[in-house]
């Protein structure tokens, strides 16, 4: 809808929704042109052809309470173009299942989020703030990622939260992984074994203080992965 808030619901039970293509929220070009979608019930089922776009002109956000969603993307604050209002375009999982057969991109050229409270997301690649500051925060269920790649946003791990899967984590510009509790023997396992990558270090390490600002410094010639309790 132009030049106003769209909003659907996939709900009623024992319902399955086929869209061919993509499902595009906040793709018009009017000002104000938001798009938002929730799932809410166990029984829903919605097949996304192509792409899942949550914010590509306008701010969109999704919201899935219960059902099984699946996509062949995640796109998450595009910013493609005029009006360029995609900042805090956001995706909420409480439960149910989320699967994305490809990428999943937070923050491509805006501000975005992804929050999964409950339910199982999957997904191949996920890339953490391409262009935008992205945010992705598990609080709980199960996350799989093939691969994690953190650009210009975080990775917020809770302990009530699982994430699997992934063979590869990478570190660029000033990605950064926040794990609840302290994990600093798993941190350097992962860097041993070749789990964690990084590159593209910006952080000047002789300004900082072990013990201070960090506890474990691992370094490669391309930049440095701090880590600290």
Same mark, same amino acid.
């Given at each position: 809808?132009?030049?106003?808030?769209?909003?659907?619901?996939?709900?009623?039970?024992?319902t399955t929704t086929i869209i061919a293509k993509s499902l595009k929220?906040?793709?018009?070009?009017?000002?104000?042109?938001?798009?938002?979608?929730?799932?809410?019930?166990?029984?829903?089922?919605?097949?996304?052809?192509?792409?899942?776009?949550?914010?590509?002109?306008? +701010?969109?956000?999704?919201?899935?309470?219960? @059902? /099984? =969603?699946?996509?062949?993307?995640?796109?998450? &604050?595009? #910013? $493609?173009? %005029?009006?360029?209002?995609?900042?805090?375009?956001?995706?909420?999982?409480?439960?149910?299942?989320?699967?994305?057969?490809?990428?999943?991109?937070?923050?491509?050229?805006?501000?975005?989020?992804?929050?999964?409270?409950?339910?199982?997301?999957?997904?191949?690649? +996920?890339?953490?703030?391409?262009?935008?500051? @992205? /945010? =992705?925060?598990?609080?709980?269920?199960?996350? &799989?990622? #093939? $691969?994690? %790649?953190?650009?210009?946003?975080?990775?917020?791990?809770?302990?009530?939260?699982?994430?699997?899967?992934?063979?590869?984590?990478?570190?660029?510009?000033?990605?950064?992984?926040?794990?609840?509790?302290?994990?600093?023997?798993?941190?350097?396992?992962?860097?041993?074994?070749?789990?964690?990558?990084?590159?593209? @270090?910006? =952080?000047?390490?002789?300004?900082?203080?072990?013990?201070? #600002?960090?506890?474990?410094?691992?370094?490669?010639?391309?930049?440095?992965?701090?880590?600290?309790?």
């Amino acid at each position: 809808r132009k030049g106003n808030v769209g909003q659907i619901n996939f709900s009623g039970g024992s319902t399955t929704t086929i869209i061919a293509k993509s499902l595009k929220l906040g793709a018009n070009t009017d000002a104000g042109s938001d798009g938002h979608v929730t799932v809410s019930d166990a029984g829903t089922t919605v097949s996304i052809g192509n792409e899942l776009l949550v914010g590509n002109k306008n +701010l969109g956000t999704y919201v899935q309470n219960n @059902g /099984t =969603v699946t996509a062949g993307a995640l796109n998450i &604050a595009e #910013d $493609d173009g %005029d009006p360029g209002e995609t900042a805090g375009s956001s995706v909420t999982l409480h439960d149910g299942f989320l699967t994305i057969a490809g990428r999943s991109d937070v923050g491509i050229g805006a501000a975005g989020s992804l929050t999964v409270n409950g339910g199982a997301f999957s997904t191949g690649e +996920l890339r953490i703030g391409k262009s935008g500051a @992205g /945010t =992705v925060l598990l609080n709980g269920g199960t996350t &799989a990622a #093939d $691969d994690i %790649d953190i650009r210009a946003g975080s990775l917020t791990l809770m302990s009530a939260a699982t994430l699997t899967s992934y063979t590869n984590m990478n570190f660029k510009a000033d990605g950064m992984l926040i794990w609840e509790g302290d994990h600093n023997a798993d941190v350097a396992t992962l860097v041993g074994d070749g789990t964690y990558t990084w590159g593209d @270090g910006v =952080v000047d390490i002789d300004t900082l203080t072990e013990g201070v #600002d960090y506890d474990q410094a691992f370094d490669t010639a391309d930049g440095w992965l701090l880590s600290k309790e």
